[in-house]
Nanobody, 115 residues
Framework: QVQLVESGGGLVQPGGSLRLSCAAS????????MGWYRQAPGKQRELVAT???????NYDDSIKGRFTISRDNMKNTVDLEMNSLKPEDTAVYYCWGWIDGRNYWGQGTLVTVSS
């Protein structure tokens, strides 16, 4: 059974930084596409970033160069480095993966950007 577990969320001031991490168990990432999504209160879940197995990233335009997605296939982890955070970045962030022919989702980690 594949499990995705996010960590690193918390409270940060506007302009600050956070690093989120997603760890997979039960299977290796291998060449699997992975990504991060987020859902703000009262809004739909939206794409933040994806990354291919070899490591090619794809970002939503709303990020505006502030976030960086990366992966370590040896450790089975996917990270999201978030810089210059804004209040509108406040959301629950979810790890996603297409692993061995199936969709997998983590339970989410809350990021709150506020003074």
């Amino acid at each position: 059974q594949v499990q995705l577990v996010e960590s690193g969320g918390g409270l940060v001031q506007p302009g600050g930084s956070l690093r989120l991490s997603c760890a997979a168990s039960g299977s290796s990432f291998g060449n699997s596409p992975m990504g991060w999504y987020r859902q703000a209160p009262g809004k739909q879940r939206e794409l933040v970033a994806t990354i291919t197995g070899p490591g090619s990233p794809n970002y939503d335009d709303s990020i505006k160069g502030r976030f960086t997605i990366s992966r370590d296939n040896m450790k089975n982890t996917v990270d999201l480095e978030m810089n210059s955070l804004k209040p509108e970045d406040t959301a629950v962030y979810y790890c996603w993966g297409w692993i061995d022919g199936r969709n997998y989702w983590g339970q989410g980690t809350l990021v709150t950007v506020s003074s």
